[in-house]
T-cell receptor
């Protein structure tokens, strides 16, 4: 079993839809959880960063963490064509400066106008 | 969010030559930077962790003599691909970690290397 599993894609939704992106993980030592958005041929952009169970909201984006179930989600409300990109979940251990990110495989989202 | 730059954004070189890629944190000091490689439609593959003032830590399978990393200051890390071959052609991305135990990682825009 891989440390981080991300729902496979691709995912295509109409503009205005609510999008739910999900990742599960197997190692309870992960304490920090991130969502990145990557446009084609660009570096990933940090969207959300959280370290506690519960919800964190930023504009149209909501990150949800359930540590008991080892499950994280990213919700996108009122999706726009500009949200079309690859979304990567990532997580890390809370130990020191060398804490590496472990990524999910990514899911490609397409928002149709 | 914090800003990380990379230079060049794109480079084409001949087989056997060396190429240097720079990664800079523009508005924060980064004691730790990371170098990744990404193949088309694949996720990021960590190559090495770069710490300011010390030797880089390479991931298993990454040739340290081929991919030289120097983290000379708190805002600059460089990756040099030595004696490049066509199979080294890839998208190279760096990230920089903000200070503190809960530091966030911000990525640069990436460098597309093509070796002919």
């Amino acid at each position: 079993q891989k440390e981080v599993e991300q729902d496979p894609g691709p995912l295509s939704v109409p503009e205005g839809a609510i999008v739910s992106l999900n990742c599960t993980y197997s190692n309870s030592a992960f304490q920090y959880f991130m969502w990145y958005r990557q446009y084609s041929r660009k570096g990933p952009e940090l969207l959300m960063y959280t370290y506690s169970s519960g919800n964190k909201e930023d504009g149209r984006f909501t990150a949800q963490v359930d540590k008991s179930s080892k499950y994280i989600s990213l919700f996108i409300r009122d999706s726009q064509p500009s949200d079309s990109a690859t979304y990567l979940c990532a997580m890390s251990y809370p130990t020191g400066a060398n804490s590496k990110l472990t990524f999910g495989k990514g899911i490609t989202l397409s928002v149709r106008p | 969010g914090a800003v990380v730059s990379q230079h060049p954004s794109r480079v084409i070189c001949k087989s056997g030559t060396s190429v240097k890629i720079e990664c800079r944190s523009l508005d924060f000091q980064a004691t730790t930077m990371f170098w990744y490689r990404q193949f088309p439609k694949k996720s990021l593959m960590l190559m090495a962790t770069s710490n300011e003032g010390s030797k880089a830590t390479y991931e298993q399978g990454v040739e340290k003599d081929k991919f030289l990393i120097n983290h000379a200051s708190l805002t600059l890390s460089t990756l040099t691909v030595t004696s490049a071959h066509p199979e080294d052609s890839s998208f190279y991305i760096c990230s920089a970690r903000t200070p503190g135990t809960m530091g966030e990682q911000y990525f640069g825009p990436g460098t597309r290397l093509t070796v002919t």
